[in-house]
């Protein structure tokens, strides 16, 4: 859009046999439609002579960035400033996902604020930042504590059978129905029981760390023919067939 000199009428005491030349001034202002595409307006300021005070720049039209085009006049209906996103965020997490019986994958998620500090997105990938990734397991912190799940069981066993207590049980309560019933501890201490309906209780002491306490162990429960007792234990889920 070429922009011509513009004479200066003669007068104010100028020689009216000499004038000056101005151009005026073009600028441009971005603005938004109201479905957010861009577009730029295009101002154009008034020519001043001899010192007289600028007017007010006017609307020259306006300049699709997409194709370029130039359009004379005043900026579609509805276009004003555009949202700001200078305040929207962007962090990311270091996570892991928790797959059973696997160790931890860490990964990385990365989560789009609003101006609010609203998550509007969140997308995951591998440690590159860049290649995708699908949590298949549980997704939490990477140092979570997270023990074994334990499973409280109970069974009850008529003789001749031998019990023998399964690898991590946290606790263990037996009760005689009818004795005698002879029960070994891992330091190879046994004890008969002989009276009826007489429960014994043994829990491990807590430790703190992040497994569960477990009983010392080998122990076993024995149960001669025509005695009868309960077993009443927890243990590691899926290890209560043990005998």
């Not at 912190?141 to 031998?162: I, N, V, Y």
């Not at 024995?222 to 005695?227: M, T, W």
């Amino acid at each position: 859009m070429p922009v011509e000199p513009i004479p200066c009428a003669p007068g104010g005491g100028v020689d009216p046999g000499s004038s000056s030349c101005c151009a005026p001034s073009i600028t441009s202002i971005p603005l938004c439609r109201e479905d957010g595409t861009p577009l730029l307006l295009v101002l154009r300021s008034a020519c001043t002579c001899d010192g007289a005070e600028a007017a007010d720049p006017e609307v020259a039209g306006w300049i699709d960035p997409a194709t370029g085009i130039y359009t004379a006049g005043a900026a579609p209906a509805g276009s004003g400033p555009c949202p700001s996103s200078d305040c929207a965020s962007v962090s990311v997490l270091r996570l892991c996902d928790h797959i059973p019986a696997g160790e931890p994958l860490p990964f990385l998620r990365h989560l789009v604020h609003d101006c609010d500090g609203q998550v509007t997105a969140a997308t995951d990938t591998a440690l590159d930042g860049t290649t995708p990734y699908t949590p298949t397991g549980d997704v939490g912190e990477c140092d979570e504590c997270r023990p074994a799940p334990m499973c409280p069981q109970l069974l009850g066993l008529a003789g001749p059978e031998t019990w023998t207590m399964p690898e991590g049980t946290e606790s263990l309560t037996v009760t005689v129905v009818c004795g005698p019933v002879t029960v070994t501890d891992c330091a190879g201490n046994a004890t008969t029981i002989n009276e009826c309906g007489t429960s014994f209780s043994w829990a491990a002491p807590a430790t703190g760390a992040c497994e569960p306490a477990a009983l010392c162990s080998p122990f076993t429960v024995d149960v001669p023919e025509g005695a009868a007792v309960y077993i009443n234990f927890v243990s590691p889920c899926g290890m209560g067939d043990a005998s």
